[in-house]
């Protein structure tokens, strides 16, 4: 498996614009999360999935974000509309037996 | 609520030194896992190593050994023989039996010195 995959790498948007994060998670496993990074938070939990049901969107950091998951093999996280608080590393994970994969983030950038 | 706590932001030692790093945790679950995670310049986030609660055993992955301490609720990492490569932010992290979810401590960024 090549892991979970995560696109794109980079975004740079402005300000007001329409965000969405893909996620590929390793097949088999249950449980999908998006985590953010940032140097004053650290790494936060957002959201979280099992079998593709939501079931843990507390962390969620206002109405401007929100997450899917329509199937087990993709996820996306939007964030409308996009603020420079935003900026930050976006990580998915999936795990299976209570052991996480991460993807390698998605550094985005809001101008 | 559970809550990792490591102590130490930052740490450095000469190549093939041994480092510990310190992690401890706060929760009223009995069972539970232990991880240590490695995150290096490329920011990938790496399992380095394992534990569950109900094993009395220390786990180990070659040069890396924990310390679990349950009652003292300690998690310290060991790392033996240390390597350039190991240069990393180090997490520590928590998750409930039953309920995989993270959370992760603040992390202690280590500097490997040749």
């Known amino acids: 498996d090549a892991g979970v995959i995560q696109s794109p790498r980079h975004e740079v948007t402005e300000m007001g614009q329409e965000v969405t994060l893909r996620c590929k998670p390793i097949s088999g496993h249950d449980y999908l999360f998006w985590y953010r990074q940032t140097m004053m938070r650290g790494l936060e939990l957002l959201i979280y999935f099992n079998n593709n049901v939501p079931i843990d969107d507390s962390g969620m950091p206002e109405d401007r974000f929100s997450a899917k998951m329509p199937n087990a093999s993709f996820s996306t996280l939007k964030i409308q509309p996009s603020e420079p608080r935003d900026s930050a590393v976006y990580f998915c994970?999936?795990?299976?037996?209570?052991?996480?994969?991460f993807g390698q983030g998605t550094r985005l950038t809001v101008v | 609520a559970q809550t990792v706590t490591q102590s130490q932001p930052e740490m450095s030692v000469q190549e093939a030194e041994t480092v510990t790093l310190s992690c401890t945790y706060d929760t009223s679950e009995n069972n539970y896992y232990l991880f240590w995670y490695k995150q290096p310049p490329s920011r990938q986030m790496i399992l380095v190593i394992r534990q569950e609660a109900y094993k009395q055993q220390n786990a180990t992955e070659n040069r890396f050994s924990v310390n679990f301490q349950k009652a003292a609720k300690s998690f310290s990492l060991k790392i033996s023989d240390s390597q350039l490569g190991d240069t990393a932010m180090y997490f520590c992290?928590?998750?409930?039996?039953?309920?995989?979810?993270?959370?992760f401590g603040t992390g202690t960024r280590l500097t490997i010195i040749p």
């Open positions: 994970a999936s795990s299976l037996f209570s052991e996480a994969f």
């Open positions: 992290a928590f998750s409930n039996f039953g309920n995989e979810k993270l959370t």
